[in-house]
Structure formats: structure tokens, C-alpha cells
């Protein structure tokens, strides 16, 4: 409350709810700064869709990504950051655009992965997770997956 409370003192002892444009966040919290999903963080832990932040909005992200979150609400949160399409499924389109976010690269920066080779790791990630055979992952399949693998709770993770 206190790194919130400092963004400006004013603004929040006149409203308390006041929500704070993201670049302010980022500027206070730059624990987010560099994150290649920043984007998705602010649209789903935005409460009003605004893409600003409450500080009960900065407190779901806080406890999302604490190591005392339960394994099962990190996956949800991370299912809706990583669903970019905002389809309720994790496609191939969506695992490619992953990988460019993951390897740096932009539409303006030259790609490292070519589109031939990004569907290729899309298909090969699809073939050995989905389990509905729906053609992407759903929640309950990505919650399934993400509690057999034990490096996502303390990767999904950050310190303020």
C-alpha cells in the first residue's frame, strides 16, 4: 500500500479507489517493467477493462504471483494472460504469438522464428497437451497441466 499510496498521495486521500494509468504503475512497480505479457497482465487484472490499476487490482496481481498462491489460481490467471486472443482457448495462434513475445520479437524487429517453424512447436505443444482434442486448450485442461509441472508455481511468480 505504501509503494501505491506514493504514486500520488492526493489523488488517493481524495479517492481511494482511484485507479492510476499503467505507465504510472510501471514506473512505482517495475517488476513489470520488462515482463513481454505486460499488456495481458494489465487487460486481465484490470477491473474495469480500462487497463488501469486500484490498488485492489494491483493486490489480485500481488497475490496471483506470491509463492503462497495456490497452484490452481496461478494457472487461471496465467490461462487468461496467455488465452490472447480471448477465446477461452490457448491455440496455435496464441502459442505462436507467445514465442514472439518469449524470443523478443516484434512486428517492427526482425523474428528469429519463422512462421513454418512456429506452427511446427505449436502443433508438436497441442499434439502432447491437449486433452479434449478441441484443437487449443481449455482452462481445465491448462489447470490439469500446469499442477504436473512443478517449476510453474515458483516461475508464475514475482517479488514487489
Known amino acids: 500500500m505504501k509503494k501505491f499510496y506514493s504514486i500520488d498521495p492526493n489523488k488517493i486521500q481524495n479517492n481511494y479507489h482511484h485507479r492510476f ?9 517495475d517488476v513489470l517493467q520488462n515482463n513481454p505479457f505486460q499488456d ?20 489480485d496481481l500481488c497475490s496471483a504471483m506470491s509463492a503462497d498462491c495456490p497452484t ?26 507467445i514465442l514472439d513475445r518469449l524470443t523478443g520479437c516484434s512486428k517492427d524487429r526482425f523474428y528469429r522464428l519463422d512462421a513454418e517453424s512456429k506452427t511446427k512447436i505449436a502443433n508438436v505443444i497441442l499434439d502432447e497437451i491437449k486433452l479434449d482434442n478441441t484443437g487449443g486448450i481449455g482452462l481445465n485442461e491448462f489447470k490439469i497441466i500446469m499442477s504436473r509441472i512443478p ?10
Do not use: M, P, T
Open 151 to 160: 517449476e510453474f508455481h515458483s516461475s508464475f511468480y514475482f517479488r514487489v
Open 40 to 59: 495481458r497482465i494489465f487487460h486481465v487484472f484490470s477491473s474495469k477493462n480500462d487497463d488501469c490499476f486500484s490498488f485492489e487490482d494491483l493486490l
Open 21 to 29: 494509468e499503467k505507465d504510472l504503475i510501471i514506473k512505482k512497480f
Open 72 to 97: 490452481e489460481v496461478k494457472a487461471a490467471w496465467a490461462f487468461r494472460i496467455f488465452d490472447l486472443d480471448g477465446d477461452g482457448q490457448i491455440s496455435s495462434g496464441d502459442i505462436s504469438e
